[in-house]
């Protein structure tokens, strides 16, 4: 069975940043792609970014573009999300997922795993 916990969210002010953290346990880790998801109050879970297994290939979500990095440390089995220039309207719970297989996706479905969801609330 796999595992995945998140953590590093918290309230920061806008314009600040965040790191969160998702470690994963319980398969391979460096052969399955990872993605970040997130869910607003009263809005469905969206998609955030995805990296493939070898960290090759990443996709990000427009509205994240250019401000979220995502990264991979297979030798630690985690994978993390840089968040920069935050604003109010990525307030969310944020989900880290484990792919079915190796290629980074967008499409929440692929994802086989989940992780409980850290807390981001950015304030104005």
């Known amino acids: 069975q796999v595992q995945l916990v998140e953590s590093g969210g918290g309230l920061v002010q806008a314009g600040g940043s965040l790191r969160l953290s998702c470690a994963a346990s319980?398969?391979?880790?460096?052969?399955?792609?990872m993605g970040w998801f997130r869910q607003a109050p009263g809005k469905e879970r969206e998609f955030v970014a995805a990296?493939?297994?070898?960290?090759?290939?990443?996709y990000y979500a427009d509205s994240v573009k250019g401000r979220f990095t995502i990264s991979r440390d297979n030798a630690k089995n985690t994978v993390y999300l840089q968040m920069n220039s935050l604003k109010p309207e990525d307030t969310a719970v944020y989900y880290c997922a484990e792919h079915r297989w190796g290629w980074a996706s967008a499409v929440m479905s692929q994802y086989e795993y989940w992780g409980q969801g850290t807390q981001v609330t950015v304030s104005s």
């Open positions: 990296i493939s297994w070898t960290g090759s290939s990443i």
């Open positions: 319980g398969r391979t880790f460096n052969n399955h792609a």
